[in-house]
């Protein structure tokens, strides 16, 4: 179990690199994860016993798609739909690298979230939806990378037609300790000889191309209130992202329904966003108007609502429906309680085999700041 | 010249608190300003040999009138208008405190920016504007507070009505040394006597009255794109201010102007402030969708006019018209020059004995940063 990690991570000062690991356990089994980037490591690295997984980098993003994407891209560019869910990283972490004290309970393949914590419930749910056995068999040092989308989600939940609770949707094949994805097409070909499900494609272009097919994409993606695109180099290292003003608007109004818990960190980079888009679409006065009163509805009336039920006393957060195994489920609650999370229940029941659980992740900030506010409390300026 | 400056300021770790204060000269003399309060003193307090001027209070803001007025005041409370201009204290610092090196320039009374600085050209508008020294020698131990406001000034432009192009409206006077206000009534009745222009007066009303009050006055007021209200109590200490949505979208309008440059520091207060009105006056959800329009249109309207300016290649920033005698004004871009702002003058004239300077504190992060957006580059998330 001990490796050169310093090797490993290409890292100096490896023992400051651990000290920002933190520890989670999996059914008993203990693993560490890296919650922040460092030391070039990045965000969501997890280690389990001698095996490592790979954060999912951040990708970069432009604000306008000319020059933007010439300026990114010297080849082929791949134009893939960004979905709007939580990122998910599925590894198969085998029992000799990590903890084979019980050989009852083989470990199987795990899913980790952005930050890095393996969760159950999403785990369950990549094994339910792929058929990851051979995947795995074949690729033992890959990892799925995906987006978990559907209204049901106890993280990011929004609305996909074709999505009635959740599903999960591949966007990348990367090796799992050195985070290298495949080439896009030879990823894209796995997926369909595997049967995953992946992200649209809106096709191939040469980088001068790609910036009208991009843009026409948005369009579409944006009448249908979707999130954006991710636009990637053949070797598939090389990445952009770029969003639609429907997914900038969904987001505002998702913050400010929240808005001392998440309005801050959100509102400045919507506007940043909003303002390029409308300058490099050579807007009428008329339609920066539009846009303009559009963006500042998302912004207000879900804050109004907001104060007006913490004046009412009611309970503000969150809110998620998941559906599941009753124990997962439970599994997910405790979770999220270990994390701190204030999880208020609004219903649990069973719909046939499944147990439904509806629930409030409660938003302390704003219930506590608006309450002070509503009752005369000052702001010290 | 040597005082005991814990005394003084009711400091223990003196020695820290003057680490934290700044070297700044005026027509050769020199004097130290607190930039940002420290152990309890005010940010702006300024020091000049042995005499010491106080910095302006911070003043705390309510969301909510109701119980906001009644939470915290008990007895009568005064209600003037909040001017929206910049916050100049004035003093009559005597040689004999500070620096009599040079007895053929006496100081005279000195204007203090809010951050404790001397300005050579406020001082020279408050000494054309008020009869200065009658007062001062009648009341040598305070300090005159008030709003230099009008379209022609350097630091915060707005227009008002009656302000063809600078005036000075007196809103307190206070023991220069110790910071303490005069009872509202004698400060109102020393400025009538004194013949200082001063704030306007709504009048003075118990907690609960003034509720209703201020509500009105704040209609008036926003009706007339005019910044709000200051309450005080009798004795002048307490103090709160409101504010009207035409000002949260004038501040607004002004920040997404230079959006690189303040956006990111006035958007969340400013909303903050609009969802608490909406909330209190009860609006309809058409009156508060009209106010969400509204807001969005002052935040993304500016930003985009000033993407498209960057993109033009032309200077962007703040800019100001200032007139007065060619040499203070020379002092004042010298002043501006010595902060580090880089000026940019567009027009410089003659017009009978005055000299009207129109000039651009050049905005650079707005400028940088958009342009670099504009050439393609990257937001890393």
Chains 1, 2 share one sequence.
Not at 26 to 55: F, N
Not at 260 to 282: K, L, P, T, W
Request: charged share 35%; with cysteine.
């Amino acid at each position: 179990m001990c490796r050169n990690w310093g090797a490993v991570f290409g890292v100096a000062d490896v023992a400051d690199l651990f000290e920002h690991f933190e520890r989670g356990t999996y059914r008993g089994r203990e693993y560490r994860y890296l919650p922040d980037a460092r030391h070039g490591v990045e965000r969501g690295t997890a280690i389990l016993g001698s095996a490592v997984v790979r954060g999912f980098p951040s990708i970069p993003r432009v604000l306008v798609l000319d020059p933007g994407i010439v300026e990114c891209f010297d080849g082929p560019v791949t134009v893939e739909e960004k979905l709007n869910g939580y990122n998910v990283r599925v590894a198969d972490v085998r029992p000799d690298e990590w903890d084979d004290s019980d050989p009852d309970d083989p470990v199987g393949p795990l899913a980790f979230t952005r930050s890095g914590r393996v969760c159950r419930y999403t785990t369950e749910v990549v094994r339910e939806q792929c058929d990851l056995d051979p995947f795995f068999v074949d690729h033992p040092d890959l990892m799925v990378c995906g987006e978990l989308v559907g209204p049901e989600n106890p993280y990011t939940a929004h609305d996909y037609d074709d999505v009635e609770s959740v599903a999960f949707r591949v966007f990348d094949l990367r090796d799992r300790e050195t985070g290298d994805p495949l080439p896009v097409e030879r990823r894209r070909g796995l997926c369909a000889d595997y049967g995953f499900d992946q992200v649209r494609s809106f096709g191939t272009d040469d980088p001068e191309t790609a910036v009208d097919s991009v843009a026409e994409a948005i369009d579409e993606l944006d009448e249908h209130g979707r999130e954006g695109v991710v636009l990637a180099g053949a070797d598939g290292e090389r990445r952009l992202k770029y969003t639609t003003s429907a997914i900038h608007r969904s987001d505002l109004a998702h913050a400010f329904a929240l808005p001392f818990d998440y309005g801050r960190q959100f509102v400045f980079s919507r506007v940043i966003r909003e303002m390029f888009q409308a300058v490099e679409r050579d807007e009428s006065a008329a339609e920066t108007r539009e846009r303009a009163r559009r963006l500042g509805e998302s912004i207000l009336l879900p804050a109004v609502e907001t104060v007006r039920a913490v004046d009412r006393g009611e309970v503000v957060g969150e809110e998620h429906t998941v559906r599941g195994d009753p124990a997962v489920l439970d599994a997910l609650l405790a979770q999220f309680r270990d994390q701190g999370l204030d999880v208020h229940v609004r219903a649990d029941r069973r719909e046939g085999d499944e147990r439904v659980v509806e629930f409030v992740k409660r938003a302390s900030a704003t219930r506590d700041k608006t309450a002070h506010y509503l009752d005369g409390g000052i702001v010290d300026e």
